[in-house]
């Protein structure tokens, strides 16, 4: 069983008190067997002759032995803790720094739900193995192996009936085995499963309720508990059979030995002395073995949570430093993307050859449609994964040969998904004490983040005690305060992946106007689908498709005239007040749709007039799968994701952002909405009603007409 030999291994680390613990053990279990065997001598030489002398010396050697088989246990006890403590510990420090470790997909790859069992209920059921199954397991092997050694000093021929007789004690449960062995990974599989629904419904619950999923959570929620009783009660019977087909060997092994015993004595081949002490070390030893077949469905279970663990410590990270790695130093003049290509999984590139150059104190910028490859690209820059082909190089070294400290020391990457600590605002911005960050950077940090108002105006300023991962702050305070902490990292190399994304428009020039006076000191690589913040970037990448379209300045792109262009044009027209709570659109902007071409400027005018501006968050459903449609949206500012239900399995079928527009065919009809539409990022869109639309129209009856034809045109 591995997970002995591994509890072995561990133990040879501490060995003297592994030495300790086993001559205590050897010490218990002898004196287990010389009492019964002690019998022998009691009923023959003392009862049976009525001789005191030799039932004193007898008495007194079993009370003496007793005493210091006590003395024993308590030091084998006293040794044990140590060992199993501290191998418990070298094994939780071990998954811990190992978890740490690893790489992206790792993550990715295991759901927290299960990774969090590992650390929690495997861990304990190896806890007891290592401080109470395995030495019991230990202590009844030791003790069915001498007082199967005593048993045929004894008697052999009586020993060898009953133990041929125990071939049946010890084939069932391993007969058995097997069927436990896959009873329990299927009800370790179920735990995990329902922990996964679990953490889904208390993380997702926004998204459950706005998308109306309580019925089909609820019905995986009773699934899962289902499987879990399933599985559970598969579980149950396999151990109970385990521990009953030995119980009756048991029993025939008692029959067997009275019989044959009785035999013996009648023929004078055996004392009644010795038959006492046979048959009473005989059912400590039959005892001792039961126990080992209880033991085994505890041991089963634990290796089954030894092999999860395991698992997890022969998980190799994809990114670690090669033998040879060299410290990155600065000052770097230049970080390149030389023909890289990348693919998450085998199957497709989500960037192809690759080639762009970031010059050192520089603000660039990553711009493109949704999907395009910007956060990969930047992602492989923050080398969270490393390119399939080609290479990134910060001047000569590439970065794969560079140690990760250096390079976490020397860049800091602020994504969308902010994560803070559950501590104070304190601990969060400056979590290294070692950084010894004063107070005055601190604020200095936070006032360019735009955050110091905030945090002073809660109770306990910087030491705001933070709940719930950050959750209670507003999506814009998460984001500004994980900026702040970056800042005070004070890298060289800023990684910014759409951070202004959850902030209103006046905080956002902050943050952008911020990032100008930064450029020269650092290096800005900053990730955006919102064009108006990297109009002064030094260099502009416009990413289609998993490759680099155009680069250039905002000027020269627009004058290329080529995708920047096009996606400039439509984020334009469209204008939010500094609050964010107020939209308009141009009615030039309109005229650009295809389905309102052609239509008079005044009437143009009117309808951008009707127009109510309307502000998600994250998570809100705007238009639903079914429901009647009676509005026209443009999304002014955000980021709203496309996506229909099938097979219980939901689907993304599109991204949109800023300046695109859905819903048009219920300016004209009733009818229900084809997909739901979901905010993905706190937004902001302008609507309008068919009502006000048709009122607006009805006088020019032919742009009713016109407005059919293109939209049949389009569908
Ligand atoms: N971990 C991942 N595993 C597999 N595919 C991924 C992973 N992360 C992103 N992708 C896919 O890679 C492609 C590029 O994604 P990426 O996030 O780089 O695009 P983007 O241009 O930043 O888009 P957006 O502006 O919507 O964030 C997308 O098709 C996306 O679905």
């Known amino acids: 069983m591995n997970l002995l030999r591994a509890v072995a291994s561990r133990f040879w680390k501490y060995r003297l008190l592994a030495a300790l613990f086993l001559l205590a053990l050897l010490f218990e279990v002898a004196y287990g067997i010389a009492a019964p065997y002690s019998l022998s001598f009691l009923v023959d030489k003392a009862f049976t002759p009525k001789n005191a002398e030799m039932f004193l010396l ?30 418990v510990r070298d094994l939780r420090t071990e998954l811990f720094a190992h978890v740490q470790k690893q790489s992206l997909p790792f993550f990715q ?35 069915v192996m001498m007082g199967l050694s005593m048993l045929l000093l004894l008697e052999w021929k009586l020993t060898l009936a009953v133990m041929a007789g125990s071939i049946f004690m010890i084939a069932g449960p391993r007969f058995m085995q097997n069927k436990a062995e896959s009873a329990n990974i299927a009800h370790k599989e179920a735990q995990a499963n329902f922990s996964n629904t679990v953490d889904e419904l ?52 008692n029959g067997t030995m009275i019989g044959f015993g009785g035999y013996l004595i009648f023929q004078d081949q055996m004392s009644i002395g010795e038959f006492i002490a046979f048959l009473t070390l005989f059912m400590s030893v039959g005892q001792s073995g039961a126990n080992l077949t209880y033991l085994l469905p505890a041991l089963i279970e634990s290796d089954i949570s030894f092999k999860r663990i395991s698992e997890i410590l022969e998980e190799k990270p994809t990114i670690s430093d090669t033998e040879n790695a060299k410290e990155l130093a600065a000052p770097i003049s230049r970080i390149a993307f030389n023909d890289v290509t990348f693919g998450y999984t ?59 400290t250096s390079l976490r020391k020397y860049a800091a990457l602020v994504t969308q998904e902010t994560f803070l600590f559950n501590t104070t605002i304190r601990d969060n911005l400056a979590p290294d004490p070692a950084a ?13 983040a735009q955050i110091h108002d905030t945090i002073t105006s809660w109770p306990d300023g910087y030491d705001t005690v933070i709940h719930h991962e950050g959750g209670t702050l507003s999506g814009g305070e998460r984001q500004r305060l994980s900026l702040a902490r970056a800042l005070l990292q004070k890298p060289q190399l800023l990684l910014l992946d759409e951070i202004t994304a959850a902030l209103d428009p006046a905080t956002e020039a902050e943050i952008n106007a911020l990032l100008l006076r930064l450029r020269g000191n650092q290096t800005l690589v900053s990730v955006t689908h919102r064009l108006d913040s990297v109009q002064h970037a030094d260099c502009i990448h416009v990413f289609h498709n998993g490759a680099v379209a155009e680069s250039g300045t905002h000027q020269e792109l627009l004058l290329l005239g080529g995708l920047y262009k096009r996606l400039w044009d439509k984020q334009h027209g469209l204008h939010l007040s500094p609050d964010g709570s107020s939209a308009s659109v141009d009615a030039a902007r309109l005229a650009e749709l295809g389905f309102f071409a052609g239509m008079e400027l005044e009437l143009l005018e009117d309808i951008a007039r009707s127009f109510t501006t309307e502000t998600f968050n994250e998570g809100e459903v705007v238009v639903r799968e079914g429901q009647q449609g009676d509005k026209f949206y443009l999304i002014v500012r955000g980021k709203f994701d ?74």
Request: hydrophobic share 40%.
């Open 202 to 253: 208390i993380k997702g619950h926004k998204a459950i309720k706005s998308l109306n999923l309580r019925e089909r959570i609820l019905l995986q929620g009773r699934k899962r508990i289902q499987e879990l009783f399933h599985t559970g009660f598969r579980l149950h019977m396999t151990n109970s059979l385990m521990e009953r087909i030995p119980m009756t060997g048991l029993l025939v092994l």
């Open 642 to 715: 496309v996506v229909k239900d099938a097979d219980g399995e939901r689907i993304t079928l599109a991204t949109l952002l800023d300046g695109d527009h859905f819903g048009e065919i219920a300016l004209l009809r009733n009818i229900p909405r084809t997909a739901t539409v979901m905010a993905a990022a706190p937004s902001v869109l302008l609507s309008i009603k068919r009502e006000a639309f048709a009122s607006l129209i009805s006088s020019q009856p032919q742009i009713r007409t016109m407005l059919e034809q293109s939209l049949e045109q389009r569908t």
């Open 436 to 448: 010894a960050i004063s107070d005055e950077e601190m604020i200095e940090a936070a006032k360019q």
């Open 346 to 404: 085998g199957q497709k590139n989500q960037l192809s050859s690759i080639h762009l150059e970031i010059r050192n104190g520089s603000y660039t910028a990553f711009v493109g449609t949704s999907g395009s490859g910007k956060s990969t690209a930047l992602q492989l820059l923050a080398r969270f994964y490393d390119p399939q082909q080609g290479s990134i190089t910060f001047d000569r070294l590439d970065l794969r040969e560079m140690t990760e």
């Open 109 to 143: 790859s295991y759901k927290i739900g299960d990774l969090i069992t590992r650390f929690s209920s495997d861990m304990s059921s190896i806890d007891g193995v290592i401080r109470v199954t395995s030495p019991y397991f230990l202590r009844e092997a030791l003790s």
């Open 58 to 87: 007898i008495l007194g050697l079993l009370l003496a032995g007793g005493l210091l088989s006590v003395l024993a246990n308590v030091l084998g006890d006293y040794a044990l803790g140590k060992l199993a403590g501290k191998s």
